[in-house]
């Protein structure tokens, strides 16, 4: 246990990609907390997917211990945040749990828009903020304009920052200096009742459920019995530890302290990020006020390319959801997919990172419908129904009127793109809110439907920025619109895992690009095939897909037939990748590819 | 079941320099040792003759690779011992595949003595362009001139052309083709050029060169242009790419279209032989080098018995390749009633009595039409299976 005073606790936050996890790396390496030879980069981002993709997805807690310039010895714990705005609930729960912040700036880039997400976020906290200017080892790096940035755009002091360079080490003792000086000791009360703060849970196949806790106040020892407040359940504690950032055990956990505790719990489910956990016999007073939950955003549905993997599917998908909260699902079944599940994610590269990890993980591959959010619709009975597939919409004669989820979104970018950026907002049926300057940096604030943002509304940004753009979103409310159910309908049939929800006004030119997209997916059939896109019956868009001309191989290799049965075979193995509505058949692809829009 | 005869397929695996297009197995070589390879073949001659000797052969086909690379001497042996060998139907047909320069044509008396009775003479393109982009040794002057010499040597000769290549248009290649016709050939084959995979064409091609090839659609105008002209000008398809007057087909690739036996020797060679009412599929040793040493440990060739299914697949593979058709039992036409049924219904097919066969349109679909032949789904129940 370590006396409050020579404790300090901290999240490190930035915009993707600014250098969160390298940071981390180099504090865990000046502290000596892990040997020389065991370490690589990004140490932190352990999961396959995290070195894959070069991103943090999950927050990582580390405790290092520092030999501070003032003789004195110090145990800092430090937690790891993901840059990318589908995981910003894992920054503001990580917030949660400690008492200051690095906030992290490329000094190549500048501040961008998670930066000021984390800012905001910070501030709700009450938090410290020390900024932290990395990457100073590369010739673009530019302190001042950061700085003044800073300043302007965020309207904090800058003149505290420290210039870092992650990667060569240069500035890690200042930033270390800098923690011990400037972020405040936590507060507590070692006499009094325990009371911990459940921070964040997840299944180890060997241990059970891994609980993070922070402690506010009390002691937690091996062997208590303890009572998660919310739902009132007592566990017989069987180990306490602390990250270093491979589990140690430790005797106890003091005030201030972060560390894990296990208590032979089944499931995630079971323990609830934000509750309160306390000592049975001696209870604290009441708990901690606990975290808005994470909700998921987007929902599409996810099926088995082959039908007979249903069952893998549905164990792959628990599995999945056992060590992820955020994620939700629940069975569906489709005309024309058969059976599979509904999912609800964070976002769209939520969305993507599950849904690789069930392809690569569990072998299984999957169709992906169209992307989705969560419409309101009111029906003439006064009734209001929650839709989150729109192949459950009602019958148009039955509805009132329909609400749709907006979010305040915020974007960055250099001005020379401003103008492309803003026509790209008003397409997406947005409403400016603010315009400001920065330098010859533009901050917009626009307020947009989120279905038109889902997905791929950052792909599209991106590249008409040439990747100078930063986006940030946060959801503000419900609002009523004129949105309609479009279907789209293959050789006249539809096809229910392609419908979506539109604004009447985009209807036409939506249909129109879902049907061309699908015609060059389509491969072309023995006969031609009508791509319609359908409002209430209601065509409004067409194509046809010319029926097949040329199919044949033309060369005979000396009487060798059994080189045209495999070819047969191919063939059929190719069609295994396909799924058949009524007489066509359509690529898995096509179901995600179609959606994608090029302005 | 009707005689559908026995033929010999012999392979030549070497050329003068490879076609970039050319996923044959073929092989440029700086020496070829003639006396050593004659050697083996007559061995692999024996060998294949100890269990089909009572049959009698309807034709020999020296192809390749080059087989007018071989020496007279070394094809006249060749066939001296296959006639030791084998007893010869009346009207035996032995075929050589030829490559039109000069040096080959040279050759063709020769052949013509070692009892060759009909050359296949790969033009591939009248154009002197288009035949070096093709990676062809020789002019389209002394392709023709090839062409007249195998004429006056020989009463059967046949040529190839490749045609939708690179930038080639309707009205080029009816110009073309128009000036093929006026040769008035008895035997025709005309194949659309096809990318293979492991080519110096298909590396170009995937690396996004190869600019100019046809699209499916005018692939397709291309092939309906060749049917009309080549019917006009008596020459009809009678296979997916030969086009003969009557009776004037290749003997031997019908044995291959409809189902008959023929063994196949030298490398890479495949065969298919009845023996005890067990169908055999059989191929030698792909590699030249490899094969020759196979052959001294007799060795050479591996044999996988066909199963049921396997040779139902077959026949209609290579028999619906005829305009023809094949005949149909009613089995088969049980098993299958249900694709039969839609690909009539679409107009790809038709049923003649007992013969099932493509119709012109569906001709240009075979492979499309086989896949949906034999698709373990019959469309009629797809819906109802796929919502249960
Ligand atoms: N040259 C240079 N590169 C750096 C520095 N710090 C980080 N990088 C590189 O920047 C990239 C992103 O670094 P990360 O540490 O993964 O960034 P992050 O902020 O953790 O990213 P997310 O967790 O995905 O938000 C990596 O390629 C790092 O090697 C630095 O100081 N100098
Ligand atoms: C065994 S090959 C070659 C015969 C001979 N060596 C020659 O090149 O003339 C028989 C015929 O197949 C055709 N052929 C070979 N490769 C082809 C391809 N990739 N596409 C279309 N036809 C091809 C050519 O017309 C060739 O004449
Ligand atoms: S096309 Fe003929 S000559 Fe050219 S490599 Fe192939 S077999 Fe040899
Ligand atoms: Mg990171």
Redesign the interface.
């Known amino acids: 246990m370590t006396d409050l005073t020579h404790i300090r606790n901290f999240s490190i936050v930035a915009h993707i990609d600014h250098g969160k996890s390298t940071l981390a790396d180099r504090l865990i390496q000046a502290t000596n907390t892990v040997p020389d030879r065991d370490m690589k980069e990004q140490l932190l981002d352990a999961m396959d997917i995290e070195r894959e993709r070069g991103i943090t997805i999950k927050a990582n807690t580390v405790r290092i211990e520092y030999d501070a310039l003032d003789g004195q010895h110090y145990v800092l714990n430090l937690i790891d945040t993901p840059g990318h705005v589908d995981f910003a609930y894992e920054v503001s729960r990580s917030m949660r749990a400690v008492e200051g912040s690095l906030l992290v700036v490329d000094s190549t880039q500048g501040v961008e828009a998670q930066t000021l997400a984390n800012v905001y976020q910070a501030i709700d906290a009450d938090h410290e903020l020390i900024p932290v200017f990395n990457k100073i080892d590369l010739p673009a790096s530019d302190i001042d304009r950061v700085a003044e940035q800073v300043e302007d755009v965020i309207g904090i002091d800058a003149s505290g920052a420290i210039p870092v360079s992650a990667k060569t080490g240069e500035g890690i003792r200042d930033v270390l200096e800098s923690i011990i000086a400037n972020l405040p000791p936590p507060e507590g009360n070692r006499d009094a009742p325990l009371k911990a703060m459940l921070v964040d849970s997840w299944y180890d196949a060997y241990l059970g459920v891994i609980v993070l806790v922070r402690i506010k106040d009390g002691v937690l020892k091996k062997g208590d019995r303890v009572r998660f407040m919310q739902n009132g359940t007592v566990h017989q504690v069987d180990r306490i530890g602390v990250f270093k950032p491979s589990m140690q055990t430790v005797d106890d956990l003091g005030p201030g302290e972060i560390g894990f505790l296990t208590a032979s719990i089944k499931q995630v489910r079971d323990t609830r990020v934000g509750d309160t956990i306390t000592h049975e016999k001696k209870p604290c007073d009441g708990p901690l006020p606990g975290f808005k939950p994470s909700q998921p955003v987007v929902f599409c549905g996810l099926f088995p390319v082959d039908s007979a993997e249903f069952e893998d599917l549905r164990d792959a998908i628990d599995k999945l959801a056992l060590n992820d909260a955020s994620f939700s699902y629940e069975m569906e079944t489709s005309a024309a997919l058969g059976f599979g599940f509904r999912c609800g994610f964070l976002g769209l590269l939520h969305l993507e990172v599950i849904r690789d990890r069930i392809e690569r993980e569990y072998d299984i591959e999957l169709i992906t419908t169209a992307p989705s959010v969560i419409y309101h619709v009111f029906m003439k009975d006064g009734t209001k129904i929650d839709l989150h597939n729109p192949a459950d919409m009602p019958d148009l004669t039955h509805v009132d009127h329909v609400e749709e989820p907006r979010i305040k979104a915020t974007i960055l970018v250099p001005d020379e793109f401003l103008g492309d950026v803003l026509k790209l907002c008003q397409d997406r049926r947005g409403i400016q809110e603010d315009l400001t300057y920065a330098g010859s940096r533009a901050m917009v604030v626009y307020d947009l439907p989120l279905n038109e943002v889902v997905f791929d509304f950052y792909d599209r940004l991106k590249s008409v920025t040439k990747g100078y753009a930063s986006f940030d979103y946060q959801l503000t409310g419900y609002r009523q619109d004129n949105l309609v159910k479009m279907q789209i309908l293959v050789n006249e049939e539809p096809v229910d895992a392609l419908s979506m929800m539109v604004h009447r006004d985009r209807a036409e030119m939506r249909g129109r690009a879902m049907c061309e997209k699908l015609k060059d997916l389509i491969p072309r059939h023995m006969f031609k095939i009508p791509i319609q896109a359908a409002i209430g019956g209601k065509v409004i868009a067409r194509e046809t897909l010319a029926a097949l001309r040329k199919d044949v191989t033309a060369k005979c290799y000396g009487g060798d037939a059994t080189r045209k049965r495999k070819l047969l075979d191919k063939q059929k193995a190719g069609k295994k990748k396909m799924r058949q509505f009524g007489k066509v058949d359509i690529p898995q692809e096509a179901f995600i590819s179609a959606l994608k829009m090029d302005s | 079941m009707p005689d559908l005869g026995f033929g010999l397929?012999i392979?030549w695996p070497f050329c003068q320099a490879k076609c970039p297009y050319c996923d044959?197995n073929s092989h440029v070589w700086a020496k070829i040792d003639q006396d050593s390879w004659t050697s083996a073949y007559l061995k692999e001659l024996d060998r294949v003759a100890e269990e089909t000797s009572d049959r009698v052969l309807r034709s020999v086909?020296f192809?390749g690779g080059t087989p007018s690379l071989m020496d007279g001497r070394t094809v006249d042996r060749i066939l001296d011992r296959v006639q030791r060998n084998w007893r010869f139907e009346n009207d035996v047909e032995i075929t050589l595949e030829a490559n039109p320069t000069s040096v080959e044509a040279s050759r063709f008396s020769a052949y013509r003595s070692a009892g060759v009775n009909r050359v296949s003479l790969g033009l591939q393109a009248l154009d002197d362009t288009d035949l070096r982009r093709l990676g062809r040794l020789h002019t389209a002057r002394e392709g023709l001139d090839a062409l007249n010499i195998a004429r006056s040597v020989f009463d059967r000769v046949s040529f190839d052309l490749i045609y939708a290549r690179q930038d080639q248009d309707i009205e080029m290649w009816s110009a073309e083709l128009a000036r093929a016709l006026d040769f008035q050939p008895m035997h025709l084959s005309l194949?659309?050029?096809?990318i293979e995979p492991g080519t110096a064409f298909g590396d170009r091609f995937a690396r996004g060169g190869l600019r100019g090839l046809p699209d499916?659609?005018l692939?397709?105008d291309l092939?309906d242009v060749t049917q009309g002209m080549t019917e006009r000008a008596g020459l009809p398809a009678y296979e997916?790419?030969n086009h003969a007057r009557p009776r004037q087909e290749s003997r031997h690739?019908l044995?291959?279209?409809m189902g008959g036996d023929?063994a196949?020797i030298g490398p890479g060679?495949?065969?298919?032989l009845t023996l005890d009412g067990q169908r055999w599929?059989t191929?030698a040793q792909k590699s030249p080098q490899a094969w020759l040493s196979a052959v001294d440990q007799a060795s050479a060739e591996t044999r996988v018995a066909l199963s049921e299914s396997?040779m139902c697949?077959?026949r209609f593979?290579?028999g619906l390749?005829l305009v023809e058709g094949i005949e149909i039992t009613p089995r088969e036409t049980d098993i299958f009633s249900n694709n039969i049924n839609y690909?009539k219904e679409?107009g790809?097919i038709e049923k003649v009595n007992d013969r099932l066969r493509l119709t012109p349109a569906g001709?240009?679909?075979?492979?499309?039409?086989?896949?949906?032949l034999?698709?373990d789904?019959p469309?009629d129940n797809?819906?109802s299976k796929?919502?249960s």
């Open positions: 397929y392979h044959f086909f192809g194949y659309q050029l096809t499916e659609d692939g397709a092939w997916v790419s690739n044995i291959y279209w023929y196949g060679a495949h065969g298919r599929s191929e396997e697949q077959e593979l290579m390749r690909l679409i790809l001709r240009p679909l075979l492979n499309a039409v086989l896949s949906r034999f698709a789904q469309p797809s819906l796929s919502s």
